[in-house]
Structures are given as C-alpha cells and as structure tokens.
C-alpha cells in the first residue's frame, strides 16, 4: 500500500473523467431507483409508504448531517493534498473520527428520547400500524449510525478524486436496493422487513468503504496526536455547517410533518415522490460540482485564486445547463412520465414534481460558489444568514397553509428563498481575492438568462399532446434538442465552443485509443 499522492489541483481533464463517471453511476443508479420506488410502493402501498417515509425521514433527515459533516471533512481532507502535507492529513482523520464518535453518541440519546417521544405522540399514524412504525423508526437509528461511521471515509475517497470507487459503491448499494424488493413477499408484515433490510445495505455499505480506505490509504491508519487548536477548528467549522444543515432539515421534514397534519400520509406519499424526482435531476449537476469540489479546495490552498474562479465561472454556468437540459424535457411531460413510472401517482404528485426542480434549478446556479466559501473556512456569518433564510421555509409554509393557500404555494415559496441563497452565496465571494460580480454577471448571469427564457417559451410552443410512450419520446427528444441547441448557441462563448470540442475530442480519443489498442490484441 503507497501513500497516494494529491492531483494537480487544476486538471480539466481529470474533472470530465470524474463527471462522466458519476454521470455513469447516476444513470445506472436512476434507473434502478425509479423501477425500485414503483416496486416498493405497489408492495407496501400508499399509507405504508407515507408511513416509512415520514417515521424514517425523521431518522433519515440526519442524513443530511453526513452530507455536511462529509463537506467539512473534505474541505480539511483537499487542503491536506492541496499542500502536499499527508502528516497533518493523518491527524486531521483521527480527529475527524473522534468528532464523529461523539455525534453518535448524541444522536443515540437524542434519537431515542425526544424523536421517540414525537412518532408516538405527535405524528399521524393509524393505531393499527404504530407497532410497525416504531420498528421503522428503530431500524433507521441503526441505519443513520452506520451511514455516519461511512462519512469520513467517503469524504477521503472524494479528496483523493477516486470517483470510479465512489461511483462502484453507490451502483453495489443500488442494486442491493433493488435485490430487497423482491424478498418482501418472503415476510408478513412488509414495512417491517423494509426497514430491516434496508438498514442492512448500510451496514455493507459502510464495512466496503472502510475495508477499502484501509488498504488503500495509510492517513487511516489511526496514530494518535492530539492537536487541541485543530480540533477546536474543525468543530467550529462542522460546526457551523450544521447549522446550515439543520435549516435545511427544518425546511424538508419540518415541511413534510406540515404536510402530515394538515392533509394526512397521501400527500406525504407524493412529497416523498417528488422530492425523488428532484434529488435524481439535480444530480446531473452535483456531479459536475462534486467532482470541481476537490480541485476547487486544492486551488484555494495554494493560492491559485485566478484558476479557481475560472472554475467557479464556468462550473456555475455548466452545472446550471446541465440542470436545465433534463429539467426542461421533464417538466413539459411529468405527467405522462409519472402515470408511466407510478400508474396512479398520488395526488399533487406533479405539481409539487413542477416546482421542486424549479427549486432545484436555481440552486444549482450557485453550487461552485458553495465550494469556494467553504474552502476559505470563514462561513460563520455566511452560515448563519443562509440558515436564516432557509428556515423561513417553515414559518412561511405554516402561515400559507393556515390562512388556506393551496398547497403547492408552499414551494413557490420556496424557489423565491432559494433564489435569496443565491445571493447571498455571490455577495460573500467578494472576500477572496480576484472575484469580480461583473465578470460573473457577463460569464454566468447573462448567458444563462439568455438561454432560459427562450427555451421555456419554444418548449411551450412546440409542446405536444401524447398519449403514447413513441409520441413522449419524441416530444421529451425535441425540447431536449432545441435545450441543447440554445444552451450551444447562445450560452457559451465562441472561445468556449472551441475549448469544449478540444477537451472532448481528447478525452473520447483516448478512449477510442484505448478501445483500438484492445481490439487489435483480441
């Protein structure tokens, strides 16, 4: 086993290597989730699945504490390989784990006190099922600890830019996924075996990411040095972001329990759809901006300010297009699509499916200026004014819910705060050296401006009325065309046209190469 050494901070052609293989994963792993989530739901049924949606979301919404905890680990984790400084790396994972043991244990008391407190006395569940909901609720405690104890080791996974391992676990976790559907015909009670066996594919996921860390990186290998001053850092930092994490919690579970008081388990059914459907499309621009993450971090350490923000320029314009090309055929053919994938999808599946990408859409606008601001460390007040406006979620929901707005207002709501966290992550870019908000506004803003509005109001001229899965796939193939066609034209440069073919003729020679070379031996 080598100490492995960190990547050129600033490497186009390692960042497409990296973003097509998690868009491979992302595919092989949508398509598998979609035929999953239709199979679960015709066996455990609507007011199951709301019911294991709503109990184990109030476990799983802790999950959102990995993703930030992962964020801050691998801001310290980049930084380390950015520098070349592998001795404070090493101690950074053990302090990392420790700071991870102690979560565990507070969410333990927590968990099994307060949150139990709330699925058996405030939630609404029929009497006949609360046995099975409290099985659920347990069996995703167990589920969160392993997902936790994973976190570190994803997080040195994605420093070192290793995504081809990133990208094996997550399809081995998929398919695993799916593997279980079938055998809920072999238990009595469905919903109880789900649970069960789901917090077993945690327990192999976590066991495959550690074994492989293990035997692949010696800042694993646990060598005890304490250093008080970083310590007393990083839990600042992680800190911090929780904080930014528990606003979004508020906002997602606190809006679904909403959901659960005023309209019951069906509607939590399709918010638990609909919030799928968004987290499967605004992957295909996190993994543009999760494989820029790393060298974005390299860059800062080093004081490359200049390469950073080019990154930052043209990965917020990417990772908005490459949004926009999956949203647009999507959202002018959601119905069909989920009559399609769902047969009867619950009510306001596809409103609230409409306005949850939109959200999404404007969120991944200001993805690489996430990354930029964590790297530079000092996120307290920008945690603290982003936390601020995300949990004005709940407030606002209640208040329109309670005063008899419809439902979906709630999430148009939401896309207008979001756009308000976009701001707010520009406004603080400004601290680094060699930010200019009119070089973002010419570079990003303009461009994607320019392609937006034209392309919702084409896709809305040509739109057809199908009744056919040939006469969707040709309508969802046209908007898809006429997005790409404007997104080319229109939103890049012609020096960026020029940069793109050049970067994708050499990264797809290679391959051909590749491919030729083990032809002619075979």
Same mark, same amino acid.
């Given at each position: 086993?080598?100490?492995?050494?960190?990547?050129?901070?600033?490497?186009?052609?390692?960042?497409?290597?990296?973003?097509?293989?998690?868009?491979?994963?992302?595919?092989?792993?949508?398509?598998?989730?979609?035929?999953?989530?239709?199979?679960?739901?015709?066996?455990?049924?609507?007011?199951?699945?709301?019911?294991?949606?709503?109990?184990?979301?109030?476990?799983?919404?802790?999950?959102?504490?990995?993703?930030?905890?992962?964020?801050?680990?691998?801001?310290?984790?980049?930084?380390?390989?950015?520098?070349?400084?592998?001795?404070?790396?090493?101690?950074?994972?053990?302090?990392?784990?420790?700071?991870?043991?102690?979560?565990?244990?507070?969410?333990?008391?927590?968990?099994?006190?307060?949150?139990?407190?709330?699925?058996?006395?405030?939630?609404?569940?029929?009497?006949?099922?609360?046995? *099975?909901?409290?099985?659920?609720?347990?069996?995703?405690?167990?589920?969160?600890?392993?997902?936790?104890?994973?976190?570190?080791?994803?997080?040195?996974?994605?420093?070192?830019?290793?995504?081809?391992?990133?990208?094996?676990?997550?399809?081995?976790?998929?398919?695993?996924?799916?593997?279980?559907?079938?055998?809920?015909?072999?238990?009595?009670?469905?919903?109880?075996?789900?649970?069960?066996?789901?917090?077993?594919?945690?327990?192999?996921?976590?066991?495959?990411?550690?074994?492989?860390?293990?035997?692949?990186?010696?800042?694993?290998?646990?060598?005890?040095?304490?250093?008080?001053?970083?310590?007393?850092?990083?839990?600042?930092?992680?800190?911090?972001?929780?904080?930014?994490?528990?606003?979004?919690?508020?906002?997602?579970?606190?809006?679904?329990?909403?959901?659960?008081?005023?309209?019951?388990?069906?509607?939590?059914?399709?918010?638990?759809?609909?919030?799928?459907?968004?987290?499967?499309?605004?992957?295909?621009?996190?993994?543009?901006?999760?494989?820029?993450?790393?060298?974005?971090?390299?860059?800062?350490?080093?004081?490359?300010?200049?390469?950073?923000?080019?990154?930052?320029?043209?990965?917020?314009?990417?990772?908005?297009?490459?949004?926009?090309?999956?949203?647009?055929?999507?959202?002018f053919n959601i119905g069909?699509?989920?009559?399609?994938?769902?047969?009867?999808?619950?009510?306001?599946?596809?409103?609230?499916?409409?306005?949850?990408?939109?959200?999404?859409?404007?969120?991944?606008?200001?993805?690489?200026?996430?990354?930029?601001?964590?790297?530079?460390?000092?996120?307290?007040?920008?945690?603290?004014?982003?936390?601020?406006?995300?949990?004005?979620?709940?407030?606002?929901?209640?208040?329109?819910?309670?005063?008899?707005?419809?439902?979906?207002?709630?999430?148009?709501?939401?896309c207008i705060l979001m756009?308000?966290?976009?701001?707010?992550?520009?406004?603080?870019?400004?601290?680094?050296?060699?930010?200019?908000?009119?070089?973002?506004?010419r570079q990003v803003f303009?461009?994607?401006?320019?392609?937006?509005?034209?392309?919702?109001?084409?896709?809305?001229?040509?739109?057809?009325?199908?009744?056919?899965?040939?006469?969707?796939?040709?309508?969802?193939?046209?908007?898809?065309?006429?997005?790409?066609?404007?997104?080319?034209?229109?939103?890049?440069?012609?020096?960026?046209?020029?940069?793109?073919?050049?970067?994708?003729?050499?990264?797809?020679?290679?391959?051909?190469?590749?491919?030729?070379?083990? *032809?002619?031996?075979?």
């Open positions: 086993m080598n100490q492995r050494k960190a990547n050129n901070p600033i490497n186009a052609k390692r960042m497409l290597k990296n973003t097509g293989m998690l868009y491979m994963r992302h595919l092989f792993i949508l398509g598998i989730n979609l035929f999953t989530v239709r199979l679960v739901l015709n066996a455990l049924g609507a007011e199951d699945f709301g019911i294991y949606n709503v109990v184990a979301g109030i476990v799983l919404m802790c999950s959102f504490f990995c993703g930030t905890m992962a964020t801050s680990s691998q801001r310290y984790f980049s930084i380390d390989l950015g520098k070349q400084d592998h001795v404070h790396l090493s101690q950074t994972f053990t302090l990392t784990l420790v700071i991870y043991a102690l979560l565990a244990i507070l969410f333990v008391v927590m968990a099994e006190s307060m949150g139990l407190w709330f699925v058996n006395h405030k939630l609404t569940i029929p009497i006949a099922r609360m046995f *099975a909901a409290n099985c659920i609720y347990q069996t995703s405690i167990v589920a969160f600890l392993f997902t936790l104890i994973t976190t570190p080791f994803l997080a040195l996974v994605i420093s070192y830019e290793d995504m081809q391992i990133y990208a094996y676990f997550s399809i081995l976790e998929a398919i695993l996924k799916l593997v279980i559907v079938w055998l809920l015909g072999l238990w009595p009670d469905k919903l109880i075996a789900y649970g069960i066996l789901m917090a077993t594919i945690s327990v192999v996921h976590a066991t495959l990411y550690i074994y492989y860390c293990v035997s692949n990186y010696r800042e694993t290998h646990l060598h005890w040095i304490w250093n008080g001053p970083l310590f007393k850092e990083i839990i600042v930092f992680s800190s911090w972001n929780l904080f930014g994490t528990v606003s979004n919690l508020i906002k997602i579970q606190g809006t679904n329990i909403l959901l659960n008081m005023f309209y019951g388990p069906l509607l939590n059914a399709a918010q638990s759809l609909a919030s799928q459907v968004r987290t499967a499309v605004s992957m295909f621009s996190n993994n543009f901006s999760q494989a820029m993450r790393p060298q974005i971090s390299k860059s800062y350490a080093i004081a490359n300010y200049q390469g950073m923000f080019r990154l930052v320029y043209i990965g917020s314009k990417m990772a908005y297009f490459l949004m926009l090309l999956i949203l647009i055929p999507l959202f069909y699509i989920l009559e399609l994938w769902l047969k009867n999808p619950p009510p306001y599946t596809i409103i609230f499916v409409k306005l949850l990408m939109i959200e999404a859409l404007i969120e991944s606008l200001s993805q690489p200026m996430a990354s930029v601001n964590q790297a530079t460390g000092r996120i307290a007040l920008y945690q603290f004014l982003i936390g601020c406006v995300v949990i004005l979620n709940l407030p606002v929901a209640y208040g329109l819910l309670k005063k008899g707005f419809p439902v979906s207002s709630i999430y148009v709501a939401a756009a308000g966290v976009d701001l707010i992550r520009l406004i603080f870019l400004k601290r680094v050296d060699g930010f200019s908000y009119w070089a973002f506004v303009f461009p994607v401006c320019l392609v937006t509005l034209p392309c919702f109001i084409i896709c809305k001229l040509f739109s057809l009325n199908h009744h056919t899965l040939v006469s969707c796939g040709l309508d969802v193939i046209t908007k898809a065309s006429i997005t790409l066609f404007l997104i080319w034209e229109l939103g890049f440069s012609s020096q960026e046209r020029k940069k793109t073919i050049s970067l994708l003729k050499n990264y797809g020679g290679t391959y051909w190469y590749a491919f030729r070379k083990l *032809a002619c031996r075979n």
